[in-house]
């Protein structure tokens, strides 16, 4: 499914209540949801306590939720598929279908917080695009703990349920992710992005109410696994630059100190350290030019950022570029203050700043460049910032 088709369908209480009745014969007791979310600036940062500038998306992954009268965790991935039966042991370890372990992890990291989970039923929609680099796997995570925490009655902080997100990443996925993508989809804020310090998980809400000014995502239609190898070599690199350098993470990092060092670092550490400390100092930079609504300062940031992440991090792809490229070379590009590529790479999509007045423009132009360049058909979406994890009915 496309994300032009997601973004056409909308999951309500009144859309998702029906489905799990018709699956389980009974009535849910909570919804929950949370949402995905766009990077605006502050790419591979997160991992090394650096800073990131996100916003939550306006679409959401849905958890619905009900004690199960079968003795068993019984789970449907999304409307129609399968039913997956577990008993309350086997869902504290790694199995199939993959995306069963976004809920076995959660559930794991609950219990290891002294939260009995009953068994139940569950239900999952959603209209995050999958693999697009908009964190559908944060929005799983961070709705699944929030609607079970609601089910047994206990109250778990958000900056918590984006621990556990994490923890669910790394111990039953096996993406050594940092805190933003769960950190955001915890929480969001309407009509807001965050800039996030991720060593002390400081952050303050930057407003982003300005109505001349959209945000444009655009789908390569590449979509990518992070599970694949190619984050956890780049998180290494970063790590091995830090032994050199002889600092705990690349936030104490400094430009003068990588030139000082480069021959020691060697040709690949030195790009992503260089990467990861100048990205830093673009998301000062962008925060600064959005609080002053100084869009074409916000767009030099986006653009270095998408440079730095091609040619220091090679995290980019042709068809990434392409997308990126055609931002400054169609007809309206005068439009576009800024462009680059968002999530962790290796596809997924673009983010862009676009004069609202021509945002619709802008995209059918960049479409019709990627057909033509690519012979690529895709889709995109305009987007405000929308609120973090939320429970939609409890009954």
């Given at each position: ?8 369908r909308s999951i ?161 996925v096996h993406v ?24 002390d998980l400081s ?193």
């Amino acid at each position: 499914m496309s994300i032009m088709e997601m973004e056409q369908r909308s999951i309500t209480v009144d859309t998702i209540s029906p489905l799990f009745e018709q699956s389980f014969g009974h009535n849910p007791q909570v919804i929950a949801a949370a949402p995905g979310r766009v990077n605006l600036i502050g790419e591979h940062t997160d991992y090394n306590d650096g800073f990131v500038l996100p916003m939550a998306l306006e679409k959401i992954n849905v958890v619905a939720v009900a004690p199960s009268p079968t003795g068993k965790h019984r789970w449907i991935g999304s409307p129609g598929d399968a039913v997956i039966e577990l008993d309350s042991l086997s869902a504290s370890s790694p199995g199939d279908p993959f995306w069963s372990n976004y809920v076995r992890g959660v559930i794991c990291m609950l219990k290891r917080r002294g939260i009995d989970i009953p068994p139940f039923d569950m239900l999952v929609d959603s209209n995050v695009p999958r693999g697009g680099g908009l964190s559908s796997s944060a929005a799983f995570e961070v709705s699944v703990c929030t609607a079970l925490a609601a089910l047994c009655k206990v109250d778990i902080p958000p900056t918590e349920r984006a621990f556990i997100g994490r923890e669910t990443e790394h111990e039953f996925v096996h993406v050594p992710c940092g805190i933003m993508d769960q950190f955001i989809s915890a929480n969001g804020k309407k009509d807001h992005a965050l800039v996030l310090d991720c060593r002390d998980l400081s952050y303050r809400y930057i407003p982003m109410v300005d109505p001349q000014v959209s945000v444009l995502v655009i789908d390569s239609a590449v979509k990518h696994s992070l599970a694949d190898g190619g984050y956890a070599a780049r998180r290494k690199n970063c790590e091995d630059a830090c032994t050199i350098l002889g600092v705990p993470s690349l936030r104490e990092a400094t430009l003068e100190m990588l030139e000082e060092n480069k021959s020691q670092l060697g040709d690949l550490c030195y790009r992503r350290a260089r990467h990861v400390v100048a990205e830093n100092r673009r998301v000062a930079a962008f925060a600064s030019a959005v609080e002053k609504k100084d869009w074409e300062a916000a767009g030099i940031a986006m653009s270095g950022s998408h440079a730095s992440l091609k040619d220091d991090f090679e995290v980019s792809c042709a068809e990434v570029d392409t997308l990126v490229n055609l931002s400054y070379t169609i007809p309206s590009a005068e439009s576009v203050y800024g462009a680059r590529m968002t999530g962790g790479g290796f596809g997924g999509c673009i983010v862009a700043l676009v004069k609202s007045a021509d945002v619709e423009k802008v995209a059918q132009e960049m479409l019709d460049g990627y057909r033509e360049a690519l012979g690529i058909e895709t889709s995109y979406l305009v987007t405000r910032p929308g609120d973090g994890a939320r429970i939609l009915f409890q009954n």
